[in-house]
């Protein structure tokens, strides 16, 4: 009969242990987004920026921390704030971009942008160039962004 008692225990045991098993584990932020509408501004060389809307289809808030692509060696993730002299000029984003769940994030001209310095190659209209986004959790999301002609976001770079 004590042994009966023994095994009903460790039965128990391994049953609360498993409930509390992996199952439990967060959901990658990268797997709560989508990115839509996502291009770049042409350029032959230098820098320029891409702009998309990043959906965040998750309970809980995620944040973009850095992005990659081929196009560049280093891509800053950037917004546009007013300088002393009341002019706007570019700066790199401290801390990221912050998407709260439910809601869309708009990188836009004149607004929260990525930055593409030293582009290794031209941009030609109606071509498509590679993201990927890195995540505060490390996780990570690609998407394609097609290249458009456009006069605009002609900010300054204050950094």
């Known amino acids: 009969?004590?042994?009966?008692?023994a095994l009903l225990v460790a039965l128990a045991a391994g049953t609360l242990l498993v409930g509390c098993s992996s199952n439990d584990a967060p959901t990658p932020e990268a797997?709560?987004?989508?990115?839509?509408e996502a291009w770049v501004k042409a350029a032959d060389e230098g820098?320029?920026?891409a702009f998309a809307e990043i959906q965040n289809t998750g309970e809980?808030?995620?944040?973009?921390?850095s992005a990659q692509s081929p196009s560049s060696p280093m891509v800053e993730l950037h917004e546009v704030v007013s300088s002393?002299?009341?002019s706007m000029v570019m700066q790199p984003k401290d801390g990221g971009f912050a998407?709260?769940?439910g809601d869309t994030k708009v990188l836009q001209a004149g607004g929260d942008h990525l930055m593409l310095m030293g582009v290794t190659s031209p941009l030609t209209p109606g071509s498509d160039t590679e993201f990927t986004l890195t995540f505060e959790d490390g996780s990570t999301s690609m998407f394609t962004a097609q290249?458009?002609?456009?006069?605009?976001a002609q900010e300054?770079?204050?950094g």
């Open 84 to 86: 002393a002299d009341g």
């Open 156 to 158: 300054n770079y204050g």
């Open 1 to 5: 009969m004590k042994l009966g008692k």
């Open 47 to 49: 820098m320029t920026s």
């Open 60 to 65: 809980g808030q995620v944040r973009v921390v």
């Open 147 to 152: 290249v458009r002609e456009f006069a605009g």
């Open 99 to 101: 998407v709260a769940a």
């Open 31 to 36: 797997d709560s987004v989508t990115v839509r």
